[in-house]
Protein backbone atom coordinates (compact mmCIF):
# COMPACT_ATOMS: atom_id res chain seq x y z
CA UNK A 1 0.00 0.00 0.00
CA UNK A 2 2.48 2.81 -1.36
CA UNK A 3 -0.11 5.42 -0.28
CA UNK A 4 0.61 4.70 3.53
CA UNK A 5 4.23 4.94 3.12
CA UNK A 6 5.82 8.22 3.64
CA UNK A 7 7.46 9.73 0.27
CA UNK A 8 11.08 8.29 -0.41
CA UNK A 9 13.23 10.40 1.68
CA UNK A 10 11.26 11.68 3.97
CA UNK A 11 10.97 10.50 7.63
CA UNK A 12 8.66 10.98 10.62
CA UNK A 13 9.42 12.29 13.55
CA UNK A 14 8.00 10.50 16.56
CA UNK A 15 8.66 12.00 19.68
CA UNK A 16 11.85 10.19 20.68
CA UNK A 17 13.74 11.71 17.53
CA UNK A 18 11.69 14.91 17.47
CA UNK A 19 13.44 15.54 21.40
CA UNK A 20 16.92 15.36 19.55
CA UNK A 21 15.73 17.75 16.48
CA UNK A 22 14.40 20.27 19.28
CA UNK A 23 18.04 19.58 21.60
CA UNK A 24 19.60 20.93 18.67
CA UNK A 25 17.38 23.60 17.50
CA UNK A 26 17.08 24.90 20.63
CA UNK A 27 20.50 25.10 21.67
CA UNK A 28 21.81 26.53 18.82
CA UNK A 29 18.91 29.17 19.02
CA UNK A 30 20.01 29.50 22.50
CA UNK A 31 23.90 30.00 21.60
CA UNK A 32 22.84 31.92 18.26
CA UNK A 33 21.13 34.29 20.39
CA UNK A 34 24.37 34.93 22.59
CA UNK A 35 26.22 36.59 19.74
CA UNK A 36 23.84 38.50 18.47
CA UNK A 37 21.91 36.47 15.51
CA UNK A 38 18.02 36.87 16.01
CA UNK A 39 15.51 34.08 14.74
CA UNK A 40 13.71 35.11 11.13
CA UNK A 41 11.86 32.60 9.00
CA UNK A 42 11.09 33.02 5.12
CA UNK A 43 8.56 30.88 3.66
CA UNK A 44 9.12 27.11 2.64
CA UNK A 45 8.32 27.84 -1.04
CA UNK A 46 9.79 30.91 -3.42
CA UNK A 47 9.62 31.86 -6.72
CA UNK A 48 11.82 29.90 -8.69
CA UNK A 49 14.01 32.81 -10.18
CA UNK A 50 14.83 33.30 -6.35
CA UNK A 51 17.25 29.82 -6.38
CA UNK A 52 18.11 29.92 -9.90
CA UNK A 53 19.55 32.82 -10.39
CA UNK A 54 22.07 33.00 -7.04
CA UNK A 55 22.20 29.28 -7.17
CA UNK A 56 23.21 28.54 -10.86
CA UNK A 57 21.53 26.68 -13.51
CA UNK A 58 24.74 24.17 -13.88
CA UNK A 59 25.21 23.47 -10.04
CA UNK A 60 23.75 20.03 -9.09
CA UNK A 61 21.15 21.89 -6.47
CA UNK A 62 19.31 23.24 -9.75
CA UNK A 63 19.91 21.13 -12.16
CA UNK A 64 19.00 17.79 -10.14
CA UNK A 65 18.16 18.48 -6.74
CA UNK A 66 14.94 21.02 -7.00
CA UNK A 67 11.48 20.74 -6.21
CA UNK A 68 9.80 22.97 -8.74
CA UNK A 69 6.09 22.93 -10.09
CA UNK A 70 3.64 25.11 -11.33
CA UNK A 71 1.07 25.87 -8.99
CA UNK A 72 -2.60 26.64 -9.44
CA UNK A 73 -2.45 30.19 -10.51
CA UNK A 74 0.55 29.10 -13.20
CA UNK A 75 3.74 30.78 -11.04
CA UNK A 76 6.56 28.69 -11.16
CA UNK A 77 7.37 27.77 -7.16
CA UNK A 78 10.07 25.79 -5.59
CA UNK A 79 10.26 24.46 -2.54
CA UNK A 80 13.37 25.82 -0.41
CA UNK A 81 16.48 23.66 -0.94
CA UNK A 82 18.27 26.01 1.12
CA UNK A 83 17.81 29.25 3.12
CA UNK A 84 20.19 31.70 2.44
CA UNK A 85 19.06 32.70 -1.04
CA UNK A 86 15.61 32.67 0.86
CA UNK A 87 17.26 35.23 3.47
CA UNK A 88 18.91 37.43 0.92
CA UNK A 89 15.16 37.43 -1.34
CA UNK A 90 14.08 38.47 2.43
CA UNK A 91 16.42 41.79 3.37
CA UNK A 92 15.54 42.57 -0.40
CA UNK A 93 11.82 42.62 -0.38
CA UNK A 94 11.75 44.34 3.13
CA UNK A 95 14.06 47.20 1.88
CA UNK A 96 16.71 46.25 4.77
CA UNK A 97 19.66 46.78 2.81
CA UNK A 98 20.56 50.21 4.38
CA UNK A 99 20.15 48.82 8.13
CA UNK A 100 22.75 46.39 8.42
CA UNK A 101 24.77 44.87 9.56
CA UNK A 102 21.93 41.85 9.87
CA UNK A 103 22.12 39.39 11.88
CA UNK A 104 19.61 36.27 11.30
CA UNK A 105 19.59 32.50 12.77
CA UNK A 106 16.60 30.02 11.05
CA UNK A 107 16.22 26.52 11.50
CA UNK A 108 13.49 24.54 9.55
CA UNK A 109 13.34 21.92 6.58
CA UNK A 110 14.68 22.08 3.22
CA UNK A 111 14.02 20.27 0.34
CA UNK A 112 16.26 18.17 -2.46
CA UNK A 113 15.45 15.28 -4.43
CA UNK A 114 18.64 13.47 -3.99
CA UNK A 115 19.42 10.12 -3.17
CA UNK A 116 18.55 8.85 0.20
CA UNK A 117 20.87 6.99 2.40
CA UNK A 118 22.21 7.06 6.14
CA UNK A 119 22.38 11.46 6.48
CA UNK A 120 21.06 11.92 3.26
CA UNK A 121 17.19 12.63 2.91
CA UNK A 122 14.79 14.81 0.36
CA UNK A 123 13.27 16.70 3.22
CA UNK A 124 15.51 17.36 6.14
CA UNK A 125 16.21 20.28 8.43
CA UNK A 126 18.51 22.76 8.52
CA UNK A 127 20.01 25.43 11.12
CA UNK A 128 21.79 28.62 10.27
CA UNK A 129 22.79 31.80 10.34
CA UNK A 130 23.60 34.68 8.05
CA UNK A 131 25.63 37.59 9.25
CA UNK A 132 24.68 40.81 6.03
CA UNK A 133 26.57 43.97 5.65
CA UNK A 134 30.28 43.10 7.23
CA UNK A 135 32.77 42.77 5.13
CA UNK A 136 35.66 42.58 7.73
CA UNK A 137 37.23 39.07 8.51
CA UNK A 138 35.78 39.73 11.92
CA UNK A 139 32.33 38.70 10.96
CA UNK A 140 33.70 35.92 9.50
CA UNK A 141 35.37 34.93 12.88
CA UNK A 142 32.44 35.58 14.91
CA UNK A 143 30.19 33.35 12.23
CA UNK A 144 32.76 30.23 12.77
CA UNK A 145 32.83 31.29 16.12
CA UNK A 146 28.92 30.83 16.63
CA UNK A 147 29.07 27.11 14.50
CA UNK A 148 31.90 26.15 17.02
CA UNK A 149 30.27 26.93 20.21
CA UNK A 150 26.82 25.31 19.33
CA UNK A 151 28.63 21.93 18.52
CA UNK A 152 30.28 22.39 21.83
CA UNK A 153 27.38 22.89 23.35
CA UNK A 154 25.53 19.78 21.85
CA UNK A 155 28.16 17.88 23.44
CA UNK A 156 30.31 17.24 19.69
CA UNK A 157 32.92 19.72 18.51
CA UNK A 158 35.29 17.41 19.72
CA UNK A 159 34.11 14.98 17.44
CA UNK A 160 34.26 17.27 14.82
CA UNK A 161 37.46 18.62 12.69
CA UNK A 162 37.14 22.19 11.07
CA UNK A 163 38.63 22.71 7.65
CA UNK A 164 39.57 26.11 6.30
CA UNK A 165 40.17 27.23 2.91
CA UNK A 166 40.19 30.89 0.98
CA UNK A 167 38.48 31.23 -2.12
CA UNK A 168 40.42 34.54 -2.08
CA UNK A 169 38.54 38.00 -3.82
CA UNK A 170 37.44 38.12 -7.13
CA UNK A 171 40.74 38.88 -9.20
CA UNK A 172 42.39 35.86 -7.65
CA UNK A 173 39.36 33.82 -8.54
CA UNK A 174 39.29 34.91 -12.13
CA UNK A 175 43.26 34.05 -12.26
CA UNK A 176 43.01 30.69 -11.07
CA UNK A 177 39.80 29.84 -12.66
CA UNK A 178 41.88 30.51 -16.03
CA UNK A 179 44.87 28.79 -15.11
CA UNK A 180 42.51 25.36 -13.54
CA UNK A 181 40.58 25.83 -17.25
CA UNK A 182 43.90 25.88 -18.81
CA UNK A 183 45.32 22.58 -17.07
CA UNK A 184 42.27 21.00 -17.41
CA UNK A 185 41.95 21.04 -20.98
CA UNK A 186 45.45 19.47 -20.91
CA UNK A 187 44.28 16.41 -19.04
CA UNK A 188 40.50 16.31 -20.44
CA UNK A 189 40.69 12.50 -21.38
CA UNK A 190 41.39 12.13 -17.11
CA UNK A 191 38.34 13.66 -15.95
CA UNK A 192 34.64 12.56 -15.52
CA UNK A 193 32.18 13.55 -17.80
CA UNK A 194 30.64 15.55 -14.90
CA UNK A 195 34.01 17.59 -14.44
CA UNK A 196 34.19 18.00 -18.19
CA UNK A 197 30.48 19.47 -18.41
CA UNK A 198 31.73 21.70 -15.33
CA UNK A 199 35.06 22.98 -17.18
CA UNK A 200 34.14 25.84 -18.61
CA UNK A 201 31.40 27.32 -16.30
CA UNK A 202 32.48 25.68 -13.03
CA UNK A 203 35.94 24.54 -12.49
CA UNK A 204 36.96 25.10 -8.99
CA UNK A 205 34.00 22.41 -7.97
CA UNK A 206 36.20 20.10 -9.85
CA UNK A 207 38.78 20.27 -7.11
CA UNK A 208 36.58 18.79 -4.89
CA UNK A 209 35.39 15.76 -7.05
CA UNK A 210 34.79 12.45 -5.64
CA UNK A 211 35.67 10.62 -9.09
CA UNK A 212 39.08 8.46 -9.26
CA UNK A 213 40.32 9.63 -12.12
CA UNK A 214 39.34 13.60 -11.28
CA UNK A 215 41.22 12.85 -8.26
CA UNK A 216 44.23 11.98 -10.05
CA UNK A 217 44.24 14.76 -12.32
CA UNK A 218 43.63 16.93 -9.65
CA UNK A 219 46.95 16.00 -7.86
CA UNK A 220 48.61 17.43 -10.03
CA UNK A 221 46.07 20.87 -10.70
CA UNK A 222 48.04 24.02 -9.77
CA UNK A 223 47.52 25.03 -5.97
CA UNK A 224 45.38 28.13 -5.62
CA UNK A 225 47.88 29.57 -3.03
CA UNK A 226 50.01 30.67 -6.02
CA UNK A 227 46.72 32.82 -7.66
CA UNK A 228 46.04 34.10 -4.23
CA UNK A 229 46.79 38.12 -4.31
CA UNK A 230 47.82 40.05 -1.37
CA UNK A 231 44.32 41.13 -0.50
CA UNK A 232 42.90 37.73 -0.60
CA UNK A 233 46.11 36.44 1.62
CA UNK A 234 45.99 39.10 4.30
CA UNK A 235 41.92 38.45 4.80
CA UNK A 236 42.94 34.57 5.34
CA UNK A 237 45.37 35.51 7.30
CA UNK A 238 43.09 38.07 9.61
CA UNK A 239 40.90 35.25 10.11
CA UNK A 240 43.15 32.55 10.86
CA UNK A 241 44.66 35.32 13.92
CA UNK A 242 41.20 35.69 14.68
CA UNK A 243 40.59 31.71 15.16
CA UNK A 244 43.58 31.26 16.67
CA UNK A 245 43.39 34.48 19.40
CA UNK A 246 39.89 32.53 20.40
CA UNK A 247 41.20 28.93 20.41
CA UNK A 248 39.42 27.96 17.77
CA UNK A 249 41.19 24.84 15.70
CA UNK A 250 41.20 24.31 12.17
CA UNK A 251 43.16 22.44 9.54
CA UNK A 252 43.71 24.25 6.30
CA UNK A 253 41.69 22.45 3.36
CA UNK A 254 43.16 23.66 -0.05
CA UNK A 255 40.56 21.18 -2.13
CA UNK A 256 37.51 22.92 0.27
CA UNK A 257 35.56 24.32 -2.41
CA UNK A 258 32.26 26.47 -2.95
CA UNK A 259 32.20 26.19 -6.72
CA UNK A 260 29.87 29.46 -7.00
CA UNK A 261 30.89 32.58 -8.70
CA UNK A 262 29.30 35.29 -5.30
CA UNK A 263 31.46 32.87 -2.59
CA UNK A 264 34.67 34.19 -2.13
CA UNK A 265 37.36 34.63 0.65
CA UNK A 266 36.74 32.47 3.74
CA UNK A 267 35.06 28.83 2.99
CA UNK A 268 34.33 26.04 5.97
CA UNK A 269 33.54 22.92 7.16
CA UNK A 270 32.77 21.13 10.32
CA UNK A 271 33.29 17.67 9.46
CA UNK A 272 33.35 13.95 11.44
CA UNK A 273 34.23 10.64 10.68
CA UNK A 274 31.17 9.37 13.06
CA UNK A 275 28.98 9.38 10.19
CA UNK A 276 30.29 7.52 7.74
CA UNK A 277 30.23 9.08 3.90
CA UNK A 278 27.73 12.37 4.79
CA UNK A 279 30.57 13.70 7.49
CA UNK A 280 29.61 16.86 6.42
CA UNK A 281 27.80 18.63 9.70
CA UNK A 282 28.00 22.65 8.95
CA UNK A 283 29.06 23.97 5.78
CA UNK A 284 30.03 27.96 5.20
CA UNK A 285 31.35 30.62 3.65
CA UNK A 286 31.80 34.33 2.43
CA UNK A 287 29.02 35.30 -0.40
CA UNK A 288 30.04 38.70 -0.96
CA UNK A 289 28.27 38.98 -4.92
CA UNK A 290 25.15 37.41 -3.63
CA UNK A 291 23.04 40.46 -3.20
CA UNK A 292 24.75 42.16 -5.73
CA UNK A 293 23.50 38.96 -8.04
CA UNK A 294 20.19 38.94 -6.65
CA UNK A 295 19.48 42.47 -7.81
CA UNK A 296 20.10 44.75 -4.65
CA UNK A 297 23.41 47.06 -3.63
CA UNK A 298 26.50 45.16 -3.37
CA UNK A 299 26.38 43.89 0.34
CA UNK A 300 28.85 41.43 1.83
CA UNK A 301 27.85 38.33 3.93
CA UNK A 302 28.87 35.17 5.51
CA UNK A 303 26.76 32.61 6.96
CA UNK A 304 26.59 28.90 7.70
CA UNK A 305 24.00 26.09 7.40
CA UNK A 306 24.42 22.79 9.46
CA UNK A 307 22.28 19.58 9.29
CA UNK A 308 19.89 18.99 12.41
CA UNK A 309 19.42 15.15 11.40
CA UNK A 310 23.09 14.47 10.94
CA UNK A 311 23.69 16.77 14.16
CA UNK A 312 20.98 14.70 15.98
CA UNK A 313 22.38 11.51 15.03
CA UNK A 314 25.85 12.71 17.19
CA UNK A 315 24.40 14.21 20.20
CA UNK A 316 23.62 12.41 23.44
CA UNK A 317 20.03 11.33 24.56
CA UNK A 318 18.51 14.69 25.68
CA UNK A 319 17.03 14.64 28.76
CA UNK A 320 13.27 13.12 28.30
CA UNK A 321 10.12 15.21 28.72
CA UNK A 322 9.17 16.42 32.51
CA UNK A 323 7.58 13.59 34.01
CA UNK A 324 4.45 14.20 34.75
CA UNK A 325 1.83 13.54 37.67
CA UNK A 326 -1.46 11.68 37.41
CA UNK A 327 -4.75 12.35 38.70
CA UNK A 328 -6.75 8.91 39.76
CA UNK A 329 -10.41 9.49 40.99
CA UNK A 330 -11.22 7.02 43.12
CA UNK A 331 -14.98 5.75 42.57
CA UNK A 332 -17.76 7.79 40.22
CA UNK A 333 -18.16 10.65 42.61
CA UNK A 334 -14.52 11.38 42.96
CA UNK A 335 -14.32 11.36 38.24
CA UNK A 336 -15.23 15.36 38.00
CA UNK A 337 -13.10 16.67 41.64
CA UNK A 338 -10.42 15.23 39.79
CA UNK A 339 -11.12 16.87 36.40
CA UNK A 340 -11.46 20.12 38.54
CA UNK A 341 -8.46 19.45 40.15
CA UNK A 342 -6.31 18.63 36.82
CA UNK A 343 -7.09 21.34 35.20
CA UNK A 344 -6.16 23.66 38.06
CA UNK A 345 -2.93 22.35 38.69
CA UNK A 346 -2.54 22.53 34.91
CA UNK A 347 -3.12 26.46 35.50
CA UNK A 348 -0.90 26.29 38.36
CA UNK A 349 1.72 24.65 35.78
CA UNK A 350 2.02 21.39 36.07
CA UNK A 351 2.26 18.20 33.80
CA UNK A 352 -0.53 16.60 34.53
CA UNK A 353 -2.31 12.96 33.30
CA UNK A 354 -5.48 11.55 33.85
CA UNK A 355 -6.06 8.08 32.95
CA UNK A 356 -9.25 8.41 31.14
CA UNK A 357 -11.10 5.00 32.47
CA UNK A 358 -10.87 1.53 34.46
CA UNK A 359 -10.63 1.12 38.23
CA UNK A 360 -7.77 2.71 40.33
CA UNK A 361 -5.11 -0.60 39.95
CA UNK A 362 -5.54 -0.35 36.33
CA UNK A 363 -4.98 3.78 36.55
CA UNK A 364 -1.89 3.42 38.45
CA UNK A 365 -0.45 0.87 35.70
CA UNK A 366 -0.87 3.85 33.18
CA UNK A 367 0.85 6.11 35.49
CA UNK A 368 3.28 3.79 35.47
CA UNK A 369 4.08 3.49 32.30
CA UNK A 370 4.12 7.01 31.01
CA UNK A 371 6.64 7.14 34.07
CA UNK A 372 4.74 9.53 36.27
CA UNK A 373 6.47 10.80 39.04
CA UNK A 374 3.68 10.81 41.26
CA UNK A 375 0.33 9.85 41.97
CA UNK A 376 -2.80 11.87 43.21
CA UNK A 377 -5.53 9.49 44.78
CA UNK A 378 -9.09 11.49 45.17
CA UNK A 379 -11.65 9.48 46.78
CA UNK A 380 -14.56 9.73 48.87
CA UNK A 381 -12.55 10.41 51.88
CA UNK A 382 -9.92 12.94 50.48
CA UNK A 383 -13.22 14.83 49.12
CA UNK A 384 -14.77 15.13 52.62
CA UNK A 385 -11.76 16.01 53.78
CA UNK A 386 -10.85 18.95 50.59
CA UNK A 387 -7.74 17.08 50.72
CA UNK A 388 -5.80 14.62 48.36
CA UNK A 389 -3.30 11.29 49.11
CA UNK A 390 -0.23 12.11 47.05
CA UNK A 391 1.55 8.83 46.32
CA UNK A 392 5.72 9.03 45.31
CA UNK A 393 5.22 6.54 42.60
CA UNK A 394 9.68 6.18 42.94
CA UNK A 395 9.52 5.66 46.67
CA UNK A 396 6.06 4.64 46.96
CA UNK A 397 5.30 6.56 49.75
CA UNK A 398 1.94 8.43 50.59
CA UNK A 399 0.99 11.40 52.34
CA UNK A 400 -2.30 12.77 52.61
CA UNK A 401 -2.10 16.78 52.06
CA UNK A 402 -4.69 19.60 52.29
CA UNK A 403 -6.06 20.84 48.71
CA UNK A 404 -4.83 24.15 49.52
CA UNK A 405 -1.34 23.45 50.07
CA UNK A 406 -1.18 20.47 46.93
CA UNK A 407 0.77 22.78 44.51
CA UNK A 408 3.55 23.35 47.23
CA UNK A 409 3.31 19.63 48.19
CA UNK A 410 3.55 18.78 44.17
CA UNK A 411 6.89 21.34 43.34
CA UNK A 412 9.23 19.07 44.81
CA UNK A 413 8.48 16.88 41.99
CA UNK A 414 9.33 18.57 39.29
P1 LIG B 1 26.78 17.35 1.08
O1 LIG B 1 28.18 17.47 0.65
O2 LIG B 1 26.60 16.45 2.26
O3 LIG B 1 25.83 17.06 -0.04
P2 LIG B 1 26.15 20.12 0.74
O4 LIG B 1 27.42 20.75 0.35
O5 LIG B 1 25.14 19.85 -0.30
O6 LIG B 1 26.39 18.79 1.63
P3 LIG B 1 25.11 22.44 2.07
O7 LIG B 1 24.27 22.82 0.93
O8 LIG B 1 26.31 23.23 2.41
O9 LIG B 1 25.49 20.91 1.94
O10 LIG B 1 24.18 22.28 3.38
C1 LIG B 1 24.70 22.44 4.71
C2 LIG B 1 24.47 21.19 5.54
O11 LIG B 1 23.16 20.69 5.40
C3 LIG B 1 25.34 20.00 5.16
O12 LIG B 1 26.60 20.12 5.71
C4 LIG B 1 24.56 18.86 5.78
O13 LIG B 1 24.83 18.76 7.17
C5 LIG B 1 23.14 19.29 5.57
N1 LIG B 1 22.56 18.64 4.38
C6 LIG B 1 22.71 19.00 3.08
N2 LIG B 1 21.99 18.19 2.29
C7 LIG B 1 21.35 17.30 3.09
C8 LIG B 1 20.44 16.21 2.89
N3 LIG B 1 20.02 15.89 1.66
N4 LIG B 1 20.01 15.50 3.96
C9 LIG B 1 20.42 15.83 5.21
N5 LIG B 1 21.27 16.84 5.48
C10 LIG B 1 21.73 17.58 4.44
MG1 LIG C 1 24.72 18.15 -1.44
Known amino acids: MPSLQSVRGTQDLLPAQMRRHRAVTETARRVAERYGFEEMATPIFEFTEVFERPIGETTDIVS????????????????????????????????????????????GPMFRYERPQKGRFRQFHQIGVELIGVAQPQADIEVIAAGARILDELGILARTELELNTLGDTASRQAYRAALIAYYGDHLAGLSEDSRRRLERNPLRILDSKDGGDIRVNAGAPPYSDYLNETSRDFFAAVRRGLDAIGIAYR????????LDYYCHTAFEFVTSDLGAQGTVMGGGRYDGLVGVMGGPETPGVGWAAGIERLAMLIAEPRGATRPVAVVPVGEAAELPALRLAETLRRAGFAIDEAYSGNVGRRLKRANKIAARAAILLGEDELARDAATVRDLDSGEQITVPLASLADHLARFR
Request: glycine letters at 10%.
Open 252 to 259: INARLVRG
Open 64 to 107: KEMYSFTDRGGETVTLRPENTAGVVRAVLSNGLTQSTPLKFFYS
